[in-house]
């Protein structure tokens, strides 16, 4: 497959409002794509196309959309359809979090997790596939997660989401390579995003504890948003079916390779290394949860 081109073509994201999205969007548009973003919040949505129009001359639509909400997305997706007629470039980036053992999250909590971050890109996916069919050379980009690699206690909702993510786009890839559409799944680690702050705490985890627990993640948080998505561009430019940033990704895929069956207890070693003696180790089962580091941002309740 030959190298991926940027100019002159229609690039969608979603979660463009901040982290990771954003940082795709001033990205592409330095390479010379068209913009379609989308995203909940308003206001910082606004805020990135502004800056992208006041140094890019580039075309930048953007659609206001709660991804929980399928008939909304749906509605969206068919806006773009229309619009847009070719797309060279769809990256589902958007994600949320969940922080609670399974016994602490309510059923709602949970499908709210997995509607975003795994229903909503393969619902926007099916609906673009025939613009991205239609444009030669497209590409599709599905922002996994460190966690679809390993799955620590503490994120059986956020780990389930992006590991069927992970499934969905290699089995895509697979399907694809005969249209001419690259795919890749990326899988970010300690990303220095405001999300890990935001994420939502299920209905039985202590706040306390919890907070404990994300004072320990924050001090991972070592990878500028920016150096993740040129990192993303790059891997989608030479067709990279899998991409992972950073050594905090990198690592675990290796324990998780090596160690299947035990590697938890070696990254609770790590991150009691990593944040000091603060007490059990947010990988502990009996701990509220970890925090994913490497949430791209944008999709944040």
């Not at 992006?162 to 680690?189: N, Q």
Request: aromatic residues 4%; proline residues 5%; positive net charge.
């Amino acid at each position: 497959m030959r190298s991926f081109v940027f100019p002159a073509g229609t690039a969608v994201v979603t979660g463009a409002a901040s982290g990771i999205g954003e940082a795709l969007a001033h990205g592409l548009a330095r390479r010379g794509s068209d913009l379609v973003l989308l995203d909940r919040d308003a206001d910082r949505l606004d805020a990135v196309a502004a800056a992208i129009r006041a140094v890019h001359p580039r075309r930048v639509d953007t659609h206001l959309v709660d991804l929980a909400d399928l008939c909304t997305t749906a509605r969206v997706a068919e806006e773009i359809q229309a619009r847009h007629p070719r797309i060279r470039l769809l990256v589902n980036n958007a994600g949320v979090a969940l922080g609670g053992r399974f016994d602490q999250v309510t059923m709602d909590e949970f499908h709210w997790v997995v509607d975003i971050n795994f229903r909503a890109p393969v619902q926007l996916t099916h609906a673009l596939l025939p613009a991205l069919k239609a444009e030669p050379g497209a590409h599709v980009v599905n922002v996994s997660s460190l966690f679809g690699l390993i799955a620590p206690a503490g994120q059986t909702a956020y780990s389930a989401s992006k590991f069927a993510l992970r499934g969905f786009t290699e089995a895509l890839r697979h399907e694809l390579v005969e249209d001419g559409i690259g795919v890749t799944s990326v899988h970010p680690g300690g990303i220095a995003t405001r999300i890990a702050r935001n994420t939502r705490v299920g209905s039985g985890v202590a706040r306390e504890e919890f907070e404990t627990t994300l004072r320990q993640f924050e001090k991972l948080l070592s990878i500028a948003p920016e150096r993740a998505a040129e990192v993303i561009l790059r891997g989608v430019e030479r067709r990279r079916g899998r991409v992972l940033i950073g050594w905090s990704a990198k690592l675990p895929d290796l324990l998780g390779r090596v160690v299947p069956g035990s590697y938890g207890r070696l990254l609770a070693a790590g991150v009691r290394l990593v944040g000091g003696p603060s007490g059990r180790s947010a990988l502990s089962p009996r701990s509220a949860a970890p925090v994913p580091t490497d949430l791209p941002a944008g999709e944040v309740a």
